[in-house]
Structures are given as C-alpha cells and as structure tokens.
C-alpha cells in the first residue's frame, strides 16, 4: 500500500513538473521596448544659387546644407576643405537651382578629358602664350578676365632712325582669359598654394581661328604682354579703328630727334672744264 501511495506521489510530481514547464513554454515572451537612434545629419555641398551651364564654379557658387543621412542622393559630396578645392574651377554641365546638391554627373572637373574644349565658346579655339611677372601683371590677371594682347618688337634695319626702331601695338583686344598655367579659376591652386604666390608662365586665351594664327606670328615678332581691361567697359568683338603703334620715338623725344651716326664721308670729284676740277666731300 505504501508503495502505490509512493509511486501515485511521484506520478502526481511529474505532472505536476510537467505542467509547469508547457505553462512557460506557452506564455509569450516579455515585450522589450527598442530605442532607435535618431538619423544623423551630414553636411553635403550644394548650389549658392542657381547655375547656368557652362559656368566655371567659384568659391562663392558653393554652400553647405544639412540633410539627414538617409536623404543624400548618390554620389552626393561631403562638406570639406578638399571637396570645395578641388570643385573650384569645374564647369557646370546642367542648370542647378539654389540648394540642389552637387553630384559628379553634374560638373565636368579640370583634367577631365574634354574640358577645355568644353569650356571654349562654340567656335572659339584656345591658344597659349608666354608670361611673366612683367608682361602678366604680376600675377593679378585671373582666368574670367579680358585682356589686350600687345606686342613689342625690336626692327633690326640701321637705316630707320632710332625713334622708330622699336614699336608695341595691340596685336588683339578684349579676349577672354581662360587659364593661367594649368588654373582655370581664381582661388586655390591644385598644391594647396594660394594663387597669388606662384606668378603664371603661361595664359591660354579664347580666340577666333584667324587670331590664333595672329598670334603664331606674334609670338615670333616680339614679346607679348597682357593689358587688362576694365570690368565697367562694355565688351566689344572687334574694334572698329585700326590698332595704333606707338614708336620709340613718340615715347622718348631723345630718340626722335637722334639721328644715326654717319659712316665715312664719300668724295665726288666735280669737273669744271678740262682743266679744273673740284673735289666734294658729303
């Protein structure tokens, strides 16, 4: 009797467990509250204002926005030192509005293949002419300017007076600069060097294909210097008035009234009948 009462008391522990532990397995588990972290912000580079095709991106065209992290388009260009430098002087592909973010489909980058011809005035050619801290205003001419392009040349003939032996004339006038070395927009240069303290050794201007060949000439005549034109003055496509020459004589009055020294006299032998004859030395 004993036995059975022992046995049904474990029986009745066994259900008793076993029920416990379907009970546990059958409640659902605890519902944990998750806290998401908000977005986070990025700065990306967007258009100051709206942009026309073709236009070479200044430092002023640049602005910085805001946006959340899951809001930046492809390809969209982090606010930093160096993405603003090396989008100085990119040219604007599309029309941008005010705001628009900046992405690499819209900017076509100096060094990319096609760009300078792209940047060219359909027509237009570029040709490239010497400088230096003299004939290109001692680094102050900046890509966007227009400029003259006068000439200076020695004329190797000692039968011209002295005043007219050296002359300058403006070969072209009111060209567009387009780069100065390899800068195509005034700021930064590529090495990280402000502008103003590498003076240029070379400008490209955009000209028409009969001033390209002008300049050829020009550049084995004499030498070249760039004159800036004033900012107020109207832009004109040619002048209606033959360029003037300036002449060394007009610019130093000692000149122009020099004369050549003389070499040897010559002597003529001038007859005045047979028996006389006089000798005239000039």
Known sequence: MAVRIALFALMALGLAGFGTVAWIATRAPAHHKVV???PQKVAVLVAAH???PGAL????DLASESVLSTAVPAGGTADSPSER???IGAMIRRPMVKGQPILPIDVMRPGDHGFLAAVLTPGMRAVTVGIDAISGSAGLIWPGDQVDLVL???IS???LPLGERLAAETV???VRVIAIDQRLMQGEDPNGLHAATNLGRTATLEVTPLEAEQVAVATRLGQLSLVVRSADHPTQQAESDPPAIAWAGEVSPALKVATPTQGPGKTLDLFRGAANVEKVHF
């Open 36 to 38: 998401l972290a908000p």
């Open 50 to 52: 709206p942009l026309k």
């Open 57 to 60: 991106l200044q430092p002023g």
């Open 85 to 87: 430098a090396g989008l």
């Open 152 to 154: 200076t040349q020695q």
């Open 157 to 159: 003939d000692n039968n």
């Open 172 to 174: 072209l006038t009111d």
